[in-house]
């Protein structure tokens, strides 16, 4: 545990993470920024930012941030469950979200509401905005609270720490219950129940297996194929802890690989220190991307690496920033990326090379504790 139970209230601990305060603090940002933003309220319904801003873990949520004060709505099914996650004021709705969101911006006389145009459907808010007085208008705002979340608090990193270490665990004990014959779907069950048994309370995305030639593959799914004596497999697998995300991919061979294996796997390995090594407060992401390719390009192989060298996570698994060629953003400290960088070859296979590292004052730490040798099973 973490927190520091004899500081926490008995019941924040009881919980198991982050206190009120924190939601409440990050509530206060929002709410400091609506006046520069011409806005009297902010509505935000996605999910994850949701939790971020209430501490809300259940699926059906929104919350209305204003100067002062936020409500949070929530249908009859989540009544104990809200009373025990958020803080602020809490309406129950008795029938759709939208009525009672709608009756609130009418009752306080709200002018200007934000919302999250990426996060929302259509049919959601033609309704809202069917509901609301004609003197209130809906104003998009996009990524406003995906850019407070790039910066994580110590115990959001605390988390992404515990879930880094969960996720290498559960690797290390399904690839020594792999037998021969195991199938890619096995092996990817093994590693979801694993992560489970350890404390996840679900892979952050659909665990990859690829095994062979498939490994080009770079977002396969697991088929019922059985690992093969001289073939490759890519392992790329997260866990989701107290909300949480990791990410990591390695490498396995079944046998003894051959020089073609062994180059590629390098210049791999050697792009993912290069693009590490560049991680520091300050520097470009495009930067960090350029130096993973410089290495790749060294060993002909720049063209074999279709996508971006990295990604930030949390309580998303893919959350700003992108590491990537055109990306125009910059590192901070506290933020946690990951650094991905692989080749992918028609009839060969494919090698990728993945750690969650997170950005400190000199540079990063890489929180991934899983070997980086290619393993032989
Ligand atoms: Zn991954
Ligand atoms: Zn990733």
Redesign the pocket.
């Known amino acids: 545990m973490a927190i520091n139970s004899h500081k926490a209230p008995q019941r924040e601990a009881a919980r198991g993470g982050l206190n009120h305060d924190e939601f409440w603090e990050r509530r206060q940002i929002v709410a400091a920024d609506l006046a520069n933003r011409k806005l009297d309220a902010f509505l935000v319904s996605f999910s994850a930012n949701l939790r971020y801003l209430s501490g809300f873990t259940g699926s059906n949520g929104s919350l209305l941030v204003l100067p002062g004060r936020a409500i949070f709505f929530t249908d009859p099914r989540y009544q104990i469950q809200a009373g025990q996650e958020v803080s602020c004021q809490v309406k129950i709705a008795k029938g759709p979200l939208v009525e009672d969101i709608a009756a609130a911006i009418a009752r306080l006389r709200l002018r200007r509401i934000g919302y999250e145009p990426a996060r929302m459907t259509c049919d959601w808010l033609d309704s809202l905005r069917s509901k609301i007085p004609a003197r209130a208008s809906l104003e998009p705002v996009n990524g406003w609270i995906e850019q407070l979340r790039m910066i994580k608090s110590p115990q959001e990193l605390e988390r992404i720490r515990r879930s880094v270490e969960t996720n290498s665990r559960a690797f290390e004990q399904a690839v020594k219950r792999m037998r021969a014959g195991a199938t890619e779907k096995d092996l990817a069950a093994e590693l979801e129940y694993r992560m489970r048994r350890l404390g996840a309370e679900k892979p952050a995305f659909e665990t990859i297996v690829a095994s062979g030639e498939r490994s080009a593959l770079p977002h396969a799914q697991p088929t019922v194929a059985s690992l093969k004596p001289g073939g490759l497999v890519v392992v790329?697998m997260?866990a989701f802890q107290d909300g949480y995300a990791s990410?990591m991919?390695r490498m396995l061979f079944l046998g003894s690989p051959g020089p073609k294996v062994r180059r590629t796997y390098r210049a791999v390995l050697e792009a993912q220190a290069a693009a590490i090594q560049a991680v520091r407060p300050g520097v470009s992401t495009a930067h960090v991307d350029r130096q993973a390719r410089k290495v790749l390009d060294s060993f002909g192989l720049e063209k074999a690496f279709v996508h971006s060298t990295?990604?930030g996570?949390g309580l998303e698994?893919?959350e700003p920033p992108r590491i990537g060629k055109k990306d125009k953003g910059r590192l901070e400290t506290g933020m946690a990326i990951?650094i991905?960088p692989g080749v992918y070859l028609e009839g060969f296979g494919g090698i990728r090379i993945?750690d969650t590292v997170v950005v400190t004052a000199n540079g990063c730490e890489i929180l991934t504790p899983t070997s980086k040798d290619l393993r032989l099973v």
Request: no cysteine.
């Open positions: 790329d997260g990410d991919t990295g990604h996570l698994i893919h990951t991905e993945e």
